[in-house]
């Protein structure tokens, strides 16, 4: 089956820095990537999602980019700030009827 | 528009009774799907299902654990004599037919087993 590694598991910025969260997958027939931020005690919220046809999408203060020879993908989010403390996750299609999730990036931003 | 919604949100129950939580999907989808989150972990799928019909159960265990989605009313997911492994928070997410790219997640349910 699909394997998603999730790197760093734990993140501390500085308010306005930059955050930088990785993702690994393996099935190279995957297409479709999204991030999930899931805040304490609530479900996870699709955030931003990219597909195999374009490398980067972008989206206020944040952005995907993907490489597909590589078989990884990143989150990014520029001038962090303390509402942006929460679990990223990363997700990979295992099927048609699964998602793959990786194990979860706690972003903690300091203000 | 409400969004997905899971009763109960947080659930106790001692070891060797029956859990059951449900999952109202999001109007207009008619696609649910099961995960299971432990604590510092991602999710875990468990089971696709569609109105009356179970299209993927690869990630629920073999025994005690059980869902359905009825032509009417909510997608249940049912554990039979709960042990302390099952403390977990159970996540609920739908989406039309056109599948996972469209899904959107419950608030999920918190099951304690005492």
Redesign the interface.
């Given at each position: 089956g699909e394997n998603?590694e999730?790197h760093p598991s734990t993140l501390s910025v500085q308010e306005g820095d930059s955050a930088v969260i990785k993702c690994t997958y393996s099935d190279s027939a995957s297409n479709?990537f999204?991030w999930?931020k899931q805040e304490l005690?609530?479900?996870?919220?699709?955030i931003i999602?990219i597909r195999s046809n374009v490398g980067e999408k972008k989206d206020q203060r944040i952005a995907v980019t993907l490489n597909k020879t590589a078989k990884h993908f990143s989150l990014h989010i520029t001038e962090t700030q303390p509402e942006d403390s929460a679990v990223y996750?990363c997700a990979v299609?295992?099927?048609?009827?699964?998602?793959?999730?990786?194990?979860?990036t706690m972003l903690l931003v300091s203000p | 528009n409400a969004g997905v919604m899971q009763n109960p949100r947080h659930l106790v129950r001692r070891r060797g009774q029956e859990a059951r939580l449900r999952c109202s999907p999001m109007k207009g989808h008619s696609h649910v799907y099961w995960y299971r989150q432990l604590p510092e972990e991602g999710l875990k799928f468990m089971v696709y299902l569609q109105k009356e019909n179970i299209i993927d159960e690869s990630g629920m265990p073999k025994e005690r654990f059980s869902a359905e989605f009825p032509k009417e009313g909510p997608s249940i997911l049912r554990i039979q004599q709960v042990v302390r492994g099952d403390s977990a928070a159970y996540f609920c997410a739908s989406s039309p037919p056109t599948g996972l790219t469209e899904a959107f997640f419950g608030q999920g349910t918190r099951l304690t087993v005492v």
């Open positions: 998603v999730q479709y999204p999930y005690g609530k479900g996870p919220q699709l999602d996750f299609p295992a099927g048609y009827s699964t998602l793959t999730f990786g194990k979860g | -």
